[in-house]
């Protein structure tokens, strides 16, 4: 209402020294060429109230409030069966709104041509990584990154060709490149997801309230913005103020770095969580359908998963056992299996995920075991619990859950020959009804249900 307000009377915005007058876009600009003269700390974009300059180099501005877009395509399928794919980055206004190809000069329709240019050592990885995780649905993907880079990349101010002094131009590009890779880098959609039970599936639907429940409970910790069409999930968009540039990071200063992508540790400097600008999810609040990519017409380009920091069972471990935080591995030790399926998959080992399903790909949930009191005679007793609540054995049904619905957490130890091996009432013996397929989620008990659930089990924890 103010912005408007000033637009409407510009001589009372001069007055105020809040924009100059002749201008009533925004507020008086100064690029600079100098990093060495931006302020450190580095300032964090849409700052409030607004400072009366801004040093655009310095500072993204206006367009200070970020959007990392990911796809989830299904018809037809593109990137890996368990990774979400690149839309782009997107810098939108900070009152809300968003400015598009800001500077037809700096249009490009060959997007790998320029990155090849610049230096082809550095930027043969990125463009693997791009070839991999950021397609269109045509198949053109180097029209889509020229598009994205037109509309969005001409529009971060600290890109601006005045803040490289005499430098390639072209530069910006590849900046705006690293940083939309390296970013994705460190939202793994389909994980997160996982970890909260929620599986690609042709049958299962969800609400909206679920989805945004996995991602404010995950590490990213802040909503973010769901997209559906005709009620399928299809896109996400993950929220940001920026620190500073986004001008040369990928670079150590001595022109030989072997790889362009920023490390997660000056990712997560660079771009802040924060709240949605106003965007608004348009799923349904139930009902969503979220399926498998290898389920659609026409299939999928067989790509390789991301780069994901996993812990293995043979890793030394570096904290006693069931201490601070772990993965909890499964293994299969019924050699007696009902048929030929199950009996193949049984030298296979999978995780629990964050509601205590027993799941076979992706990623493993962290858990945190709490020590109890000390029983004399006896393995240490602890509590376990998700990221998402405290874990139990549902004293009704035998089933190992962590829900939100319940306080109460059951007491575990850990097996006295093998202090590794979780323990529940003294038996290190779990069961399943059967061994999940891909995406499949399946339940684990404490009890064999009379005799109906013939599939045993081990659960080890490792450190992570």
């Not at 450190?40 to 655009?56: E, K, M, T, V």
């Amino acid at each position: 209402m103010l912005s408007r307000l000033l637009s409407q009377f510009p001589l009372l915005s001069s007055l105020l020294n809040l924009t100059p007058l002749g201008n009533t876009n925004q507020l008086p600009l100064t690029p600079s060429i100098h990093t060495s003269q931006c302020p450190n700390p580095p300032p964090l974009s849409c700052p409030f109230p607004p400072p009366r300059s801004i040093d655009s180099c310095c500072l993204n501005h206006p367009s200070g409030h970020f959007l990392q877009t990911q796809f989830w395509d299904t018809a037809p399928a593109l990137g890996p069966n368990t990774s979400w794919t690149i839309h782009g980055l997107w810098p939108d206004l900070c009152a809300g709104g968003f400015d598009q190809f800001c500077d037809d000069a700096r249009s490009h329709e060959d997007i790998r041509a320029v990155l090849q240019s610049i230096n082809p050592t550095i930027t043969r990885d990125l463009l693997a990584y791009m070839d991999a995780y950021w397609l269109s649905l045509d198949g053109r993907d180097n029209h889509l990154w020229s598009h994205e880079w037109n509309k969005h990349g001409t529009c971060i101010s600290t890109l601006d060709p005045g803040c490289y002094a005499d430098e390639n131009p072209d530069l910006a590009v590849l900046d705006y490149f690293v940083h939309a890779t390296s970013l994705f880098q460190t939202l793994d959609t389909f994980s997160v997801l996982a970890e909260a039970g929620i599986l690609p599936s042709d049958h299962e639907r969800y609400s909206l309230s679920e989805l945004e429940e996995a991602v404010e409970f995950s590490p990213h910790g802040y909503p973010v913005t769901f997209r559906c069409h005709s009620g399928e999930l299809n896109e996400v968009w993950y929220h940001f103020s920026v620190k500073g540039s986004l001008r040369n990071s990928y670079d150590d200063g001595t022109h030989q770095v072997s790889s362009p992508f920023l490390n997660a540790t000056t990712v997560n400097q660079i771009f802040v969580p924060t709240d949605p600008d106003g965007a608004k999810s348009n799923c349904p609040a139930r009902g969503i359908r979220y399926l498998p990519k290898s389920k659609s017409p026409g299939g999928g380009k067989p790509r390789p998963s991301p780069t994901r920091t996993t812990t293995s069972a043979t890793s030394t471990p570096t904290l006693p056992p069931f201490t601070g935080k772990g993965n909890l591995v499964v293994h299969v030790i019924d050699d007696d299996l009902s048929n030929d399926a199950e009996r193949s998959a049984s030298t296979q080992k999978g995780c629990l995920i964050r509601l205590g399903y027993w799941y076979l790909s992706g990623t493993c949930a962290t858990f945190k075991a709490q020590a109890d009191v000390v029983d004399p005679g006896h393995s240490p007793l602890f509590s376990l619990s998700s990221s998402y609540s405290p874990c139990f054995i549902n004293p009704g049904t035998g089933r190992f859950e962590c829900t939100k619905a319940t306080a109460v957490q059951s007491i575990f130890s850990s097996d006295s020959h093998d202090p590794t091996v979780l323990s529940y009432h003294d038996s290190t013996i779990f069961y399943a009804d059967h061994v999940p397929q891909r995406f499949d989620k399946v339940d684990i008990y404490a009890d064999d249900g009379d005799g109906t659930r013939n599939v045993q089990l081990e659960i080890n924890w490792v450190p992570s």
